[in-house]
């Protein structure tokens, strides 16, 4: 299924049951604290085991692929790639570096957005557009706008090295064609003042799978700005 979120260059692949109890590598482990819980540790470990097999697809063998401090995980050179976990689901997306410069990926829970938590995630415009979904619940669009953010925001760090608020990411979905775009109106730095973002638009789609909801954004080469 998640292979249906971005164009061909890009390897999918969704964690089987067997690769959220590992095994890790060493230089895996050293990236997780000791004092992770049960949960926490096979998340993580099923985001590991899938990417070596995502990678493997490319042609590159057991990479231990390491976190950064921020947790922005260290793909192999020459390879952009997201991952995404939710409890019981785990997916990565990987592709050479060339035509396309940026992947993000996400996964959640298809539950209704709680309502206080909604007017948090998204604007009054985003909100305005959800209720004039015919087709669509106004809580699982909502819900369907969060993963699409949290889709962008994996895609839009690691080339900016800059943050994004809920609020600085405009999602328009397109229920029919289960597509969407992210308009980045805003990224800040470490001190959180505004920042030019490297992408106006990101593209992307979304697609529910039973209990869960998934969205993917594939960024290319011609749609990054010039960096800083
Ligand atoms: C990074 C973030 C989006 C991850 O989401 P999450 O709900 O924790 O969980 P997911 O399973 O979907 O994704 C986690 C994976 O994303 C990856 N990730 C973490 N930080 C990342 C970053 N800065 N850039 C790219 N990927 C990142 C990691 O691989 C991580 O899994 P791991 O720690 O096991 O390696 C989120 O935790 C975060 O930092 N949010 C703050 C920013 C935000 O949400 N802004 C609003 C959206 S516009």
Redesign the pocket.
């Known amino acids: 299924m998640i292979e249906s979120l971005f164009p061909r260059p890009v390897v999918t692949l969704e964690a089987t049951e067997e690769m959220w109890s590992g095994p890790l590598l060493p230089e895996e482990e050293a990236c997780l604290s000791p004092r992770a819980v049960l949960k926490r540790r096979r ?2 470990t099923a ?2 085991v899938c990417a070596r097999a995502a990678l493997e697809k490319l042609g590159v063998r057991d990479f231990p ?1 390491r ?2 401090p ?4 260290l793909w192999p050179p020459g390879i952009v790639g ?5 409890g019981d689901r ?1 997916g990565v997306a990987v592709a050479r570096e060339g035509a396309i410069v940026g992947l ?5 829970r298809a539950r209704p957005l709680e309502d206080r938590v909604v007017a948090l ?1 998204c604007s009054e415009t985003e909100r305005a557009r959800i209720a004039s979904l015919s087709d669509l619940p106004a809580g699982l669009a909502a819900m369907a706008v969060f993963c699409a ?2 889709s ?4 839009h ?2 080339l900016a090295r800059t ?4 609020h ?2 405009e999602i328009t979905l397109e229920p029919g064609s289960g597509t969407f775009t992210a308009t980045i109106l805003k990224a800040r730095n470490q001190e959180g003042c505004a920042v030019p973002p490297r992408v106006g638009v990101l593209r992307g789609r979304f697609a529910w799978s039973g209990d869960h909801i998934w969205a993917g954004v594939t960024l290319t080469a011609p749609e990054l700005q010039p960096g800083p």
């Open positions: 998340e993580f985001g590991r692929l976190a950064a921020d947790r922005m995980p997201s991952l995404s976990h939710c785990c993000g990926l996400d996964v959640e995630v953010k949290e962008a925001y994996k895609c760090y690691p943050f994004l608020d809920f600085d990411v």
